[in-house]
């Protein structure tokens, strides 16, 4: 029952990253980038990682991916989609990721990996909030105001750019 | 050695994010469009964070990782807010987002 859950969520995952990075329309990659986030907060929850998984939906499919869904359809030209997104380089490309892909899955499938034998899954939110005001707050707060950093700073990179006539 | 198909371990996480992470490179490294190579960089830190969680999983049973993975979650936010602000100003400056056309502090 675990093992069809797993194919089924790796597959849904990998079949829209598939889309996502060889779609000839920007418009598809966008729309399956739902599917790829969906099954990676699927993941999440078959790790027993029920926080983080919340976390995923709601930070990456209700913030990141409406943000880039709203910036495709500002700067995109629906009807052209050969100049939307032409992609150049395709076989250097290809051999370089199919390089990597081998050399990493030769480490991963090779490896001897130390592993629990027992694992159970437990709710994990409280053990993370105690982490979080325990020995993670320092980061926990450096993470506060590189929010706000960046509140501010898109704002300032978006803005149009008004100069007053002081009149001088 | 081998890979069990029914008994899902750590290898097998380990395998979807390899996948995961190798079409984001390619997606990274083939787009001309500005919007193209910032979804790659999503797949890519999705591709870690499944990595982080999973060794989180089936190691030692305390939540560094998870922690690790919201801090990367965070972090991903922050990347798309501040790319997409970013590529926003150069389409209204140059009126497309191809990488390529924008070219003109080279020289």
Redesign the interface.
């Known amino acids: 029952m675990?093992?069809l859950i797993?194919y089924l969520l790796?597959a849904l995952?990998?079949g829209s990253?598939?889309i996502?990075?060889?779609s000839r329309n920007?418009v598809y990659?966008?729309f399956s980038?739902l599917g790829?986030?969906m099954g990676?907060a699927g993941?999440?929850a078959l790790?027993?990682?029920d926080?983080?998984a919340v976390?995923?939906i709601l930070?990456?499919v209700g913030?990141?991916l409406v943000?880039?869904i709203?910036?495709?359809m500002?700067?995109?030209r629906i009807d052209d989609v050969a100049v939307?997104?032409?992609?150049?380089?395709?076989l250097?490309?290809?051999l370089?990721?199919?390089a990597?892909?081998v050399i990493?899955?030769v480490g991963?499938?090779?490896a001897r990996?130390?592993?629990?034998a027992d694992?159970q899954a437990a709710p994990?939110t409280y053990?993370?909030g105690d982490?979080?005001l325990g020995p993670?707050i320092l980061?926990f707060e450096f993470?506060s105001v590189?929010?706000l950093v960046?509140?501010i700073?898109?704002v300032v990179?978006?803005r149009k750019e008004i100069r007053e006539e002081t009149g001088s | 050695?081998s890979?069990a198909?029914?008994?899902?371990?750590?290898?097998?996480?380990?395998?979807?994010s390899?996948?995961?992470?190798?079409?984001?490179?390619?997606?990274v490294?083939?787009?001309?469009?500005a919007?193209?190579i910032?979804?790659?960089v999503?797949?890519i830190l999705?591709s870690a964070?499944?990595n982080y969680?999973?060794f989180?999983?089936?190691?030692?049973?305390?939540?560094?990782g998870?922690?690790f993975?919201?801090?990367v979650?965070?972090?991903?936010?922050?990347e798309?807010?501040?790319g997409?602000?970013?590529?926003?100003?150069i389409?209204q400056n140059f009126a497309t987002?191809?990488v390529?056309a924008t070219d003109n502090l080279q020289g």
């Open positions: 675990g093992a797993f790796a995952t990998i990253a598939l996502v990075a060889l920007i990659s966008a980038l790829t986030f990676v993941l999440y790790l027993a990682a926080f983080v976390i995923q930070v990456y913030g990141i943000l880039i709203f910036a495709v500002l700067t995109h939307s997104n032409r992609s150049v380089g395709r250097p490309a290809a370089i990721v199919g990597v892909g990493m899955s991963v499938v090779g990996w130390a592993q629990k694992v994990t053990g993370i982490a979080f993670y980061p993470a590189v929010l960046v509140l700073g898109a990179v978006s | 050695m890979i198909l029914l008994d899902i371990g750590l290898r097998h996480f380990l395998l979807v390899l996948v995961v992470f190798a079409l984001g490179l390619y997606c490294l083939t787009r001309k469009n919007i193209g910032l979804m790659g999503e797949l999705n964070n499944i969680i999973a989180s999983h089936f190691s030692s049973g305390r939540y560094d998870q922690i993975a919201i801090f979650i965070m972090l991903a936010a922050a798309a807010v501040i997409l602000a970013i590529v926003l100003g389409y987002i191809d390529e």
